[in-house]
């Protein structure tokens, strides 16, 4: 048979829920205040405050959940204008990612020291120092890959 223990939670003798405790609450950006509260007042502050986090858990998960319902039917709706009204509503940004490919062709010159290194590998220097970026935050470069360098 299984033996199941539980563990008495002992008060400390000097625990005292009556006693008065000034503390600092800061709000945002803004000076901190000091207040003065029981502890018990306190501790029911600090239950509820993370009940509220759990619940905002919950909530942030099924404005997710919706938000995979919206982004998977918006473009097959005969309501769109309600999706997004609701998207609105939840604060949910009406977009989709986009995986893509390109082929960029480049062409440049290259300055190489006659008087330095003669064996100046032309197609490893471009190798390693030709890049691809963007100038649009919403383009991400995942990988980039040179290819066919050659000398005209």
């Known amino acids: 048979m299984e033996e199941t223990t539980t563990q008495?939670?002992?008060?400390?003798?000097?625990?005292?829920?009556?006693?008065?405790?000034?503390?600092?609450?800061?709000?945002?950006?803004?000076?901190?205040?000091?207040?003065?509260?029981?502890?018990?007042?306190?501790?029911?502050d600090l239950h509820n405050g993370r009940q509220?986090?759990?619940?905002?858990?919950?909530?942030?998960?099924?404005?997710?959940?919706?938000?995979?319902?919206i982004g998977e039917a918006y473009a097959d709706s005969d309501d769109q204008e309600t999706l997004r009204a609701i998207a609105e509503a939840l604060g949910i940004d009406l977009t989709r990612e986009v995986e893509w490919s390109a082929t960029i062709e480049v062409s440049g010159t290259i300055t190489l020291d006659l008087l330095a290194d003669s064996d100046t590998d032309v197609e490893q220097e471009i190798y390693d120092n030709l890049y691809v970026d963007s100038q649009n935050g919403q383009i991400e470069i995942v990988d980039t890959e040179v290819t066919n360098v050659r000398e005209n």
């Open 52 to 69: 509220s986090q759990k619940t905002v858990g919950v909530l942030n998960s099924k404005i997710d959940t919706v938000k995979d319902i």
């Open 8 to 44: 008495a939670v002992t008060v400390p003798d000097t625990y005292n829920s009556n006693l008065l405790v000034t503390y600092k609450v800061i709000r945002g950006y803004s000076d901190a205040e000091y207040a003065t509260d029981k502890v018990a007042s306190i501790e029911w």
